[in-house]
């Protein structure tokens, strides 16, 4: 049995549903957090987001008889052991929210519930400052992996109006400062942070091919996509969790301690959490160099003119670069003269959007509005999909175990790796050691090194002062116009293996690279 508004019936009292969702019409569904939010009784509800009517739909509690109530507020509990969400009918009874419809949950509600529970943590927390941010995402991911979903900094990001009206009016929160670590969250929801958790939702009974859900996301709650195009799954791995997000032209993430990446197997960067505590802000090694990867065939190659090889797309959200010809011919295959003369203009300097912004299958851009127009994005190559496009053969998650799973929903996107690519069996990502860095030996000189040379004895003194002999004779030998030129090559001299090999190992910390090209020498 259903009760509807509509209905001219008088229905049993109710105070709390489960399996809930919120709709504006059949099928179209909305986050309930549209809904204009009441801090306490002294608040007068405002006007919703939405311009249509909101309806709670559900199960009564401890019932089976099915709800379809209008509603007009809501508000949140944070002194329980668990939060209360409740929301205001339109007759101006409050109705406690239990468990969500797992589906709406998935693809609507989701950054809002991980908000939410956020809240309730640094609420009865608060007291206790000692890493408690680390707390907080370990709190989370207990919360969440339960249900089949990571929580991400952008789940908080989207709700930072709600944080702010806690921290303005909630004593508790009052009492918390911001962060600005990239190991912690900001809790003023700042663009500078830099740690991130992806989701993996399920699939919502995906029986193994394409995603063809019926309700739309243009209201969805669950977006991962930040403003700047900054990429939340790390570059190495294809993976979430804490990142550390480049500022520079790449827009790349990645997994910063190896305790980050273990999960997913990833190499990572390599930090301790000493180091990643001092790092303001992150550059990597291709941004810093001004030296990045083609992402067509791979090549390392100079970004940054006069002597550019590679070139960067034009849209403000994209980090891809391209060589010319690359570029030239994705965006012109079938005209091989077009693409030459493409490829001499992009060297010139044209700007160019790169084929990732356009559907591999039918050429066109991507609309975020409809949902079978969103695009699923390879993470290897420069080829799109829309939904509605997507070859069957790149699918979810399926019971066939001779179908590689080749496509995974997060919230509001869909990543793939497409046909071109092998699936690697242990990881069950593409082949991995696809990003460059470019190669930067260091040498790092000792203190104390006069001191050493001013101690020298034995054998050891006796090589340096030999070499030195030798010089002085080949100085005598010399006319004088070339002895200049002769003693800057002696200093030279006293560095080679048969003279100082002990000093020079003594003395010098060099990178294995740098000794084997001094040796190859």
Known sequence: MMFDDDDDGVQPEFKAVHKYSFEVAKDEYVCFSILPFQFDENDKVGDCDSEKKVYLRGVMDKSLYLVHKQVVAWRVGLDCEQPNISVLSSEGNWVKLLDPWKCYKDEIARSILITVQMLHFLRKQHRDKRSLWDRLWDHLNEVFNKLGTKPAIDDLRKHHPLIKLFQERDPAFMKLKPRASVTEVQFT????????????????????????????????????????????????????????????????????????????????????????????????????????????????????EPNAKVFKCNNPTCGHFYHPKCVAKLLLPDDSRGSCELAKRVRTGMSFTCPVHWCFECRRMEDRTQRAMQFAVCRRCPKSYHRECLPREISFETKDKNTKQRAWKLSGIVIIYCLDHKICKPTGNAERGHIKFPHTPKITKVGGLAKKKGKMAGKRKKSIDQCSKKSTKVLNWLPREKIEHTQNSLEHMVLEPECSAMNLKEDLQIEPSVVDSRTKK
């Open 189 to 304: 929801g700042s663009d500078e942070t830099h740690e991130r958790n992806n989701d993996t939702d399920s699939d919502c009974g995906d029986d193994g091919n394409n995603d063809h859900s019926d309700y739309g996301d243009s209201n969805s709650d669950g977006d991962t996509n930040n403003d700047d195009g900054t990429d939340t799954l790390c570059a190495l791995c294809d993976d979430g969790g804490r990142l550390l997000s480049c500022i520079g032209q790449c827009k790349r993430s990645f997994h910063p301690r190896k305790e980050d990446g273990r999960e997913s197997k990833c190499k990572t960067l390599g930090y301790t959490s000493a180091q990643l505590q001092e790092v303001d802000s992150y550059l990597c090694k291709n941004c810093e160099y001004k030296e990045h990867q083609c992402f067509k065939c791979g090549e390392l190659e100079p970004s940054a």
